[in-house]
């Protein structure tokens, strides 16, 4: 790409800040005052019990400019704003001490990635990938497009909703290994834990999770 054409993607796409849309530098994608306000889990609060998990820890809350960035991330293909939600993670994940061997994500439906055109909780698994030094492996494969979680009801129906959706997609890189299973939201923890439970019976030693943010407390 050259000089020019460089210049001028950024004239009609200029960066903005990934949660308050402010325009920044190029190639900035979080302003200095949203790193300090954002509304950041609180450390007695980070950590979440999950069937099936060691741990559970999120950045951040899912509330005002963080639900909309994620809204935007997940419908508007936003899909740069998955650099700074890795890097966000993977602070967070070694705030909490979390050591792993792989990293691995909840992943889309065929269908449901052929309609989005990517991936979300992927790329956000990428960008945290790099910036830990662990490997990223598919290591799940969805195998039924059920409703979004969004429109279930309670916990037992979420639960209900996401059983036997998921399979091993790579039992030989799955047993013996402590893994790092990543997502971009957690509510009740039954996609989480559901996706864990398949890693575990395919041998996992141990799976603790991550999310972006977090909602429903």
Same mark, same amino acid.
């Given at each position: 790409?050259?000089?020019? /054409?460089?210049?001028?993607?950024?004239?009609?796409?200029?960066?903005?800040?990934?949660?308050?849309? #402010?325009?920044?530098?190029?190639? @900035?994608?979080?302003?200095?005052?949203?790193? $300090?306000?954002?509304?950041?889990?609180?450390?007695?609060? +980070?950590? $979440? +019990?999950?069937?099936?998990?060691?741990?559970?820890?999120?950045?951040?809350?899912?509330?005002? &400019?963080?639900?909309? *960035?994620?809204?935007?991330?997940?419908?508007?293909?936003? /899909?740069?704003?998955?650099?700074?939600?890795?890097?966000?993670?993977?602070?967070?994940? %070694?705030? #909490?001490?979390? *050591?792993?061997? *792989?990293?691995?994500?909840?992943? =889309?439906? $065929?269908?449901?990635?052929?309609?989005?055109?990517?991936? +979300?909780?992927?790329?956000?698994?990428?960008?945290?990938?790099?910036?830990?030094?662990?490997?990223?492996?598919?290591?799940?494969?969805?195998?039924?497009? #059920?409703?979004? +979680?969004?429109?279930?009801?309670?916990?037992?129906?979420?639960?209900?909703? @996401? !059983? %036997? @959706?998921?399979?091993?997609?790579?039992?030989?890189?799955?047993?013996?290994?402590?893994? =790092?299973?990543? %997502?971009?939201?957690? /509510?009740?923890?039954?996609? =989480?834990? &559901? &996706?864990? *439970?398949?890693?575990?019976? !395919?041998? !996992?030693?141990?799976? @603790?999770?991550?999310?972006?943010?977090?909602?429903?407390?």
């Amino acid at each position: 790409m050259s000089a020019l /054409t460089e210049r001028l993607l950024e004239l009609l796409y200029p960066s903005r800040c990934v949660f308050c849309r #402010n325009l920044m530098p190029p190639g @900035v994608l979080c302003c200095e005052h949203c790193r $300090r306000t954002l509304p950041y889990a609180l450390p007695a609060a +980070q950590n $979440r +019990q999950l069937p099936h998990i060691e741990s559970c820890v999120s950045a951040l809350r899912y509330e005002g &400019a963080v639900r909309d *960035s994620l809204l935007r991330y997940k419908f508007d293909s936003a /899909t740069s704003y998955a650099k700074i939600y890795g890097e966000i993670l993977a602070k967070c994940i %070694d705030e #909490n001490g979390i *050591s792993c061997d *792989s990293i691995t994500w909840i992943p =889309l439906s $065929r269908r449901r990635k052929w309609l989005r055109g990517y991936d +979300q909780a992927k790329l956000i698994a990428e960008e945290t990938s790099l910036r830990l030094g662990v490997p990223c492996v598919r290591l799940l494969d969805k195998i039924r497009n #059920n409703p979004a +979680q969004s429109s279930r009801g309670g916990p037992a129906a979420r639960r209900a909703n @996401v !059983a %036997d @959706v998921y399979r091993c997609a790579a039992p030989d890189l799955t047993a013996g290994k402590r893994i =790092l299973l990543i %997502d971009d939201i957690v /509510t009740t923890g039954a996609t =989480l834990s &559901a &996706a864990a *439970s398949v890693l575990r019976k !395919a041998g !996992a030693t141990a799976v @603790v999770a991550a999310t972006v943010a977090r909602a429903g407390d």
